[in-house]
Structures are given as C-alpha cells and as structure tokens.
C-alpha cells in the first residue's frame, strides 16, 4: 500500500471536522471547503447562549421555509435540520454567477445542561431560528432500597 499525503490530511481533516461538531461548533470557515458542505450538508452560523433559566439557540437559515425546518431533542441533545429548495431555472436565463447554495442543513448541538423538553419555545421569522429552551433541575442521584 502505497502512502499518501493527501489521503491523510483528508482523513485528519474529516477527524477535526467530527471533533468540532462534538463541541457542537462549525469547523473554522477559513479553512472549510465549499464542495464539502455541498456533499455533506451545509452548516448553517450558529449562536449558543448559556443563560441562567434558559439555553437560546439561534440559528441563521436563509431562503428556507418553516414547514422544511425540523427539531428533534434526545436528552442534553439538540438536532436541527432543513432544506432549502431549488430554486427553479428558466431556459433562458444565463447566469454570470450562481453562488447561493440549495440543499440540506444539518446541526448537532450539545447543550450545556437539561432542558424541560414540553417548555420549549421555537419560532422562525426573516430567516433566523430562535429556539428557547428552559433549563430543568438535574436529577440527583437517589439511594434505592433493596427488599
């Protein structure tokens, strides 16, 4: 098997680009492809707020439609996604340029503590997501009796 230095640093960069979504950021845009959010979904700018009775994520979604956003939560777990549809072209029409990008969103955020899942409050206008999600108490650990 013959080595190569592209395949590695490919493989390195896949690794760094899983590690950052573990901590639930983007990877630094100054070194992200734009072929690679293309193949793998876009990731959309992101803010996390840690606030004293509430987690707010707020979330830039561009040309997308409220009905193609959908949330899912699984415990300390938050998962956005989206589509953004293409945008039908005329025959006629000749681009000089065609840089705005259609496809999927794909977010993983991992929130700093429990939230009360019934309580929380998302709403979408002009473009930007805000999700509130209230912080509930940590369940503490319980003695249990043996009988």
Not at 99 to 115: F, S
């Amino acid at each position: 098997m013959e080595f190569d230095p592209f395949e590695e640093l490919k493989n390195m960069r896949e690794r760094m680009e899983a590690m950052y979504q573990e901590l639930g950021q983007n990877y630094p845009s100054r070194i992200r492809q734009p072929w690679r959010e293309q193949t793998r979904g876009m990731y959309p700018n992101t803010d996390i707020m840690d606030h004293k009775n509430e987690v707010v994520v707020t979330m830039d979604l561009p040309g997308v439609q409220k009905s193609d956003i959908n949330l899912h939560i699984d415990g300390e777990t938050l998962t956005i996604t989206a589509e953004r549809q293409t945008e039908t072209k005329k025959e006629e029409e000749s681009y000089i340029a065609h840089e705005r990008r259609y496809g999927n969103y794909h977010r993983t955020v991992r929130l700093p503590a429990p939230v009360n899942e019934e309580k929380i409050n998302a709403t979408f206008k002009n473009g930007v997501l805000e999700i509130h999600l209230p912080k509930t108490e940590k369940t503490r650990g319980k003695q249990i009796k043996i009988e």
